[in-house]
């Protein structure tokens, strides 16, 4: 398996703050990646390293074997960056902007202009091909901005939040878009957001970064897993009759961390599932156990816990 | 090399078709053609009592009552030209959006700036060229006297020094468009330097002077000379003042000194107008002095730009 990208111990500091620590990732060939993290996490400046538009304050990143920050210009000429909000020249047309592009890589006139109607084609704006940017909305934008990273023909792109500030249709539209590109010419794509439900379902795999850690890594059921193994289970107990005892029981059983109670009803707190012993217990205090449930955490607990911990 | 001519063509082909550059190549030529206009009438007068040489050449240089000369005005006018064109050249990049998307292109990060500040300079060198034609033609015409290749070679000589002088300007403008955020700013921090070098200068050159060599009733001859001297020198440190005394000497060949002559240096001096070789020697100093201004400027821009952190936001 081909490493595309690949981080050792990369970080960036800003004045002695540090904006990224230590961070290590890699990237699979033709695997969308996400990478994300709350606004501030450092995801833009390792973008910006990996680019080689920043120099790491140490560490290193190697992408395609070149280092990024001595050999910058064969990094970015085999990947495509869409930046976080993404501007034009507004009075140069969509299509005058994509040839700026295209010239600035090398690409001769001849071939890219083709290349321009088709990529323009695909993200939607072959009717504004001649209309100068400044009158485009932001969505008409951002599909530009996917233009000009595809229309150089990468072979790996990085997006940072190519859907913020953009309805739910254009999302969908954009993800499908990005989906679509990559697996047709297979592009490994770099996807940077801060809007876990908007990108996780099209990420091969992805990268939790907070305050410049990457916190964990890997697909979104085997991380899901490994926080649901490191957490405490939540369990719900709505028992027939509270018995003077058995508060104290349950508080015995080995695992039992924390128990309130209101009425008839407990929370109780454990660091795995516990639901047999409990209702044992339950039941041996002389009461019986109505409802036992686990609460569980939903993907945008598990984000907003790692986020907390970070 | 081929990158640094893409940002080239595309910022030369933005120039030329934004309005800024519209409107002062408008005000430039009016301008330009009505004060020679006026001085080519002036000269018409003037020729038929007594013919002296080099009549082409005091188009550029005769002030016409309440107008000023070419030269006074391109000194005057010609730093508004070079920071409007280049006071925004990198910040407005950011505020775009657009700097990281370029820069994220396989070009080397000098080649923008180096790119922007050529065709800045290329910019200018066009419209002064179009105005030096223009003035040239209505001269033909109004005087019907042709220029000899002296006073061609003079031309050419004011307008590279025209052409640096405006560059200073320029990269002065990009220095801060680099060093400010907005655009606003950068404007305003440019325009306060013009207004120093142009107007202030003066008066601080004498204030410092005066301190220094005090200009008393009792003042000795010596003491006067090395008062002015001393003014003088400060005063070269505006850009505005070397390329006076460049145009001064260029476009009047009988200049040999600036500033303060001493009666004992003029005697058994013959008032013959100077060979081109001297007139050049003659403003050699200043000449240097212009170039060195402008590249020092526009290196600080260049190692404050490359080392300056890309940031989205």
Not at chain 2, 35 to 61: N, P, R
Not at chain 2, 134 to 146: E, P
Not at chain 2, 167 to 182: K, T
Request: proline share 3%; with cysteine.
């Amino acid at each position: 398996m081909e490493w595309i990208v690949e981080t050792d111990k990369l970080s960036k500091a800003y004045n002695g703050i540090k904006a990224v620590d230590q961070l290590n990732f890699k990237i699979k060939e033709s695997e969308i990646f996400g990478f994300l993290g709350p606004n501030g996490a450092g995801k833009t400046t390792t973008i910006l390293m990996i680019l080689g538009l920043t120099e790491p304050t140490s560490g290193k990143v190697k992408v395609y074997g070149h280092d990024a920050t001595r050999e910058a210009l064969k990094v970015k000429r085999v990947t495509g960056y869409l930046p976080e909000n993404v501007g034009f020249y507004e009075d140069l047309t969509a299509k005058e902007n994509l040839r700026y592009i295209t010239r600035l890589n090398g690409i001769p006139d001849k071939k890219s202009l083709p290349k321009i109607d088709e990529i323009l084609e695909e993200v939607g704006l072959s009717e504004v091909t001649d209309t100068e940017v400044g009158k485009f909305s932001k969505g008409m934008k951002q599909r530009l901005g996917m233009g000009a990273v595809f229309v150089k023909n990468p072979k790996f792109a990085i997006l940072d939040e190519p859907t913020a500030g953009i309805d739910p249709e254009g999302v969908d539209q954009i993800l499908k878009f990005i989906v679509k590109i990559s697996r047709e010419q297979n592009i490994t794509i770099l996807l940077s957001s801060h809007l876990l439900y908007q990108v996780q379902k099209i990420c091969d795999r992805v990268g939790i970064i907070t305050k410049g850690h990457m916190i964990a890594q890997g697909s979104m059921d085997e991380i899901g897993k490994e926080i649901i193994k490191k957490e405490e289970t939540l369990l719900e107990i709505q028992v027939s009759k509270v018995t003077p005892n058995l508060i104290n029981s349950i508080k015995e059983i080995e695992g039992v961390k924390n128990i309130e109670k209101s009425d008839n009803h407990f929370l109780v707190k454990c660091d795995r599932d516990l639901r047999e012993k409990i209702s044992k217990t339950i039941v041996e205090n002389g009461s019986l156990p109505l409802q036992i449930k686990t609460q569980d955490y939903t993907l945008e607990e598990i984000y907003i816990k790692y986020f907390r911990e970070g | 090399m081929s990158r640094l001519k893409v940002v080239f063509w595309k910022e030369f082909a933005d120039y030329f078709s934004s309005r800024r550059f519209l409107i002062l190549f408008i005000i430039i030529c009016i301008t330009g053609s009505s004060i020679t206009y006026i001085a080519s009438q002036i000269i018409g007068q003037d020729i038929t009592k007594a013919s002296v040489g080099f009549i082409f050449l005091k188009l550029f240089t005769s002030s016409a009552g309440a107008l000023p000369s070419f030269t006074f005005f391109i000194s005057f006018f010609g730093p508004l030209i070079g920071i409007i064109l280049g006071f925004d050249a990198i910040n407005s990049e950011h505020s775009r959006g657009t700097m990281s998307l370029v820069l994220s292109q396989p070009i080397f990060r000098d080649s923008l700036i180096n790119g922007k500040f050529l065709a800045g300079l290329a910019t200018v060198a066009i419209m002064l060229i179009s105005i030096i034609l223009v003035i040239s033609g209505l001269g033909l015409s109004t005087l019907g006297i042709v220029p000899n290749l002296a006073e061609i070679l003079r031309i050419g000589i004011f307008f590279v020094a025209s052409v640096i002088y405006i560059g200073f300007w320029l990269s002065l403008g990009i220095l801060f468009s680099i060093l400010f955020r907005r655009t606003a700013s950068s404007a305003l921090a440019s325009i306060a330097v013009w207004i120093f070098f142009t107007f202030f200068i003066y008066m601080v050159a004498s204030v410092i002077a005066d301190q220094l060599v005090p200009v008393t009733h009792t003042a000795t001859a010596e003491m006067i000379t090395k008062n002015e001297y001393l003014k003088k020198m400060i005063m070269r440190i505006s850009p505005a003042t070397l390329f006076e005394e460049i145009a001064v000497a260029v476009l009047n060949p009988s200049v040999r000194v600036f500033g303060f002559v001493l009666p004992a240096q003029v005697k058994g001096l013959i008032p013959n107008p100077l060979s081109l070789g001297q007139s050049i020697m003659v403003i050699w100093p200043q000449f240097v002095g212009l170039i060195a201004l402008m590249v020092i400027c526009f290196a600080i821009s260049y190692v404050i730009f490359m080392r300056q952190e890309i940031r989205a936001t």
